[in-house]
């Protein structure tokens, strides 16, 4: 099984300031094809998870151009440039490469 | 509009069976890939299980043999049939389409619990 690890668990941010969230993989998610399959989801409040960022740094659709996605082999970040009230919730990486597994969580608030 | 409808969950004691079920508009189920993720409260997502648009399925280890996941084209709606119900099951059940996971179910809650 590929063990997703999430670094920091807790982030607490200023409006209008960065912020970035580490993801390391156990093994590599470069593909034979090409692709590299590491995923970012944001889970608000109450709700279900929602996509950000698929295959390392392709933002969905919809999302704000804000948020980044980077990182090769087994490292990946995502950043927010400017982190606005709205960002609040759980963020999720996740591989599928191999079955699909999700990092811990990195829960972000605002200060 | 594109989105995914659950139902089914609820109280149910251990050893005992519930089956999930996840109606699709806007897309069609076959055609795609779907899957089941589990979270328990307060806890992280844990994917349980996909069904490919060729028949092919894969489980968790932690459900492998316990849970069987199906879907009935006339319907358009993936199934979650879950046997052998444990404690550890206790979670909000979400039905997503696959590969990106990029539209999600509400969740549907299962408490196993005596």
């Known amino acids: 099984e590929i063990v997703m690890t999430q670094t920091p668990l807790f982030l607490s941010v200023t409006p209008g300031q960065p912020a970035s969230i580490s993801c390391k993989s156990s093994?590599?998610?470069?593909?034979?094809?090409?692709?590299?399959?590491l995923s970012w989801y944001l889970q608000k409040s109450g709700q279900s998870p929602q996509l950000l960022i698929y295959?390392?740094?392709s933002r969905f659709s919809g999302v704000p151009d804000r948020f980044s996605g980077s990182g090769s082999g087994t490292d990946f970040t995502l950043k927010i440039s400017r982190v606005e009230a709205e960002d609040v919730g759980v963020y999720y990486c996740?591989?599928?490469?191999?079955?699909?597994?999700f990092g811990q969580g990195t829960k972000v608030e605002i200060k | 509009e594109v989105q995914l409808v659950e139902s089914g969950g609820g109280f149910i004691q251990p050893g005992e069976s519930l089956r999930l079920s996840c109606a699709a508009s806007?897309?069609?189920?076959?055609?795609?890939?779907m899957s089941w993720v589990r979270q328990a409260a307060g806890k992280g997502l844990e994917w349980v299980s996909i069904?490919?648009?060729?028949?092919?399925?894969y489980y968790a280890d932690s459900v492998k043999g316990r849970f069987t996941i199906s879907r009935d084209n006339s319907k358009n709606t993936l199934y979650l049939q879950m046997n052998s119900l444990r404690a550890e099951d206790t979670a909000v059940y979400y039905c997503?389409?696959?590969?990106?996971?990029?539209?999600w179910g509400q969740g549907t809650m299962v408490i196993v619990s005596s």
């Open positions: 295959e390392v740094s």
């Open positions: 093994q590599s998610l470069l593909h034979s094809d090409g692709k590299t399959y």
């Open positions: 069904i490919y648009s060729g028949g092919n399925r």
């Open positions: 997503a389409r696959t590969d990106v996971f990029d539209i």
């Open positions: 996740m591989q599928s490469i191999h079955l699909w597994t």
């Open positions: 806007g897309f069609i189920v076959s055609s795609t890939y």
